[in-house]
């Protein structure tokens, strides 16, 4: 009985200065430089306005093959493999 004991103490002693030794090592690493995040804006900005009127002409046909897909009653599940094909389309 002694031993099964001593097993668990021991096994908890360990775990316990693992997690210590984890936190000191933490706190003595330098702290990283922080970079500011970007901007919303200035990830979404498009190239150019020809860039910007292709995606506008994409969300647009987009939208109509969804709504075309609502119109058939395409079931969700066939409904992306749909859109995927009337986008494709000409």
Do not use: G, N, Y
Not at 39 to 66: L, M, N
């Amino acid at each position: 009985m002694f031993s099964s004991t001593w097993r668990q103490m021991r096994s908890s002693a360990c775990a316990l200065a693992l997690c210590l030794a984890s936190f000191a090592t933490l706190a003595a690493a330098p702290a990283a430089p922080v970079v500011p995040p970007a901007t919303p804006a200035a990830i979404a900005a498009p190239a150019s306005p020809a860039a910007a009127a292709a995606t506008a002409a994409r969300h647009a046909k987009r939208v109509k093959c969804r709504q075309q897909a609502l119109r058939q009653k395409i079931k969700k599940t066939d409904r992306l493999e749909f859109v995927k094909r009337c986008l494709a389309a000409p």
